[in-house]
């Protein structure tokens, strides 16, 4: 099963990470089915979600986000869209990633 793992740093700070993630939440409850749930942390908050098929975790902390994604047996193949879509909607949310 394919695993996704999807980085991006940020200057936010934590009060404005947390917005994004909750946008972020939103989004993927509405549009994609997933089914949310989050954990406050200190210096990091922890949110898991899942659906059949799909299951990860995106944790946030004030400078950084970092979406680890288990991908099952048959979105394995569609992984390259799947990452394209998630890019393109923290572009939205965040802006462009960096270009090295």
Known sequence: MPKLK??????L????????AQR????AEQEWGMSCTSAPGESADRMRFERSGVSGELTVTDTRFDLQIQ???????????????????LDALLGPEPQA
Not at 6 to 11: A, C, K, P, Q, V
């Open 71 to 89: 991908l099952g047996f048959l979105l394995g193949a569609y992984s390259g869209k799947i990452v394209e879509k998630i890019n393109a909607n």
């Open 6 to 11: 999807i980085e991006r740093e940020h200057t």
């Open 24 to 27: 972020w939440r939103e989004q």
């Open 13 to 20: 700070g934590m009060a404005g990470a947390r917005l994004v």
